[in-house]
T-cell receptor, first 115, second 115 residues
Framework: AQSVAQPEDQVNVAEGNPLTVKCTYS??????LFWYVQYPNRGLQFLLK????DNLVKGSYGFEAEFNKSQTSFHLKKPSALVSDSALYFC?????????????WGAGTKLIIKP | GAGVSQSPSNKVTEKGKDVELRCDPI?????LYWYRQSLGQGLEFLIY????????KSGLPSDRFSAERTGGSVSTLTIQRTQQEDSAVYLC?????????????FGNGTRLTVT
């Protein structure tokens, strides 16, 4: 069955430190992978995606993510966290074998950056 | 350009009443999704429209929920005989085509409170 796991409900990081938000997935075929961010009382905003090619993907607001096929992971990273990065982060995957184009969503990780 | 627009932004209704939630997708986007999000939680898929194809209604939680999309653009999600457990934020998203690597663009949601 297709699934996405975000093992941490919450991640706390001091401002200026590197941050990692974890995501692992399970799909039948090859994945398309996405990260979205949700600020309070807002809809989700697209951050970055992995389609093919370079395993390190760069996105908005200085975020990047690394696709690791052997570990079926797509962790979100940023070298130096900002207080304004505090938000809810969602990982999502599409299975290239799924003709319905459905996105499978993780449960979300709350990122708190402390000054 | 204009993003995905949802109205109303907030809706308070009495148990048993019907409500209609509206979504105006980005112009030209053929794919439209409705999701439900409980407070600070993950996304629950409700329904997906793609062009003139029959919608994927597999996520609708009961027959009190229905949605339509007129002219391939505006969509309305209707909840009949609302219950308190229907209280949530209803998010609409669109993408420019039903292809695997198209990210979703979300509206800010409608916060529904059933009293």
């Amino acid at each position: 069955a297709q699934s996405v796991a975000q093992p941490e409900d919450q991640v706390n990081v001091a401002e200026g430190n590197p941050l990692t938000v974890k995501c692992t997935y399970s799909v039948s075929g090859n994945p398309y992978l996405f990260w979205y961010v949700q600020y309070p009382n807002r809809g989700l905003q697209f951050l970055l995606k992995y389609i093919t090619g370079d395993n390190l993907v760069k996105g908005s607001y200085g975020f990047e993510a690394e696709f690791n096929k052997s570990q079926t992971s797509f962790h979100l990273k940023k070298p130096s966290a900002l207080v304004s990065d505090s938000a809810l982060y969602f990982c999502a995957v599409r299975d290239r074998m799924d003709s319905n184009y459905q996105l499978i969503w993780g449960a979300g990780t709350k990122l708190i950056i402390k000054p | 350009g204009a993003g995905v627009s949802q109205s109303p932004s907030n809706k308070v209704t009495e148990k048993g009443k019907d409500v209609e939630l509206r979504c105006d997708p980005i112009s030209g986007h053929t794919a439209l999704y409705w999701y439900r999000q409980s407070l600070g939680q993950g996304l629950e898929f409700l329904i997906y429209f793609q062009g003139n194809s029959a919608p994927d209604k597999s996520g609708l939680p009961s027959d009190r929920f229905s949605a339509e999309r007129t002219g391939g653009s505006v969509s309305t999600l209707t909840i009949q005989r609302t219950q308190q457990e229907d209280s949530a934020v209803y998010l609409c998203a669109s993408s420019d085509r039903g292809s695997y690597n198209s990210p979703l663009h979300f509206g800010n949601g409608t916060r529904l409170t059933v009293t």
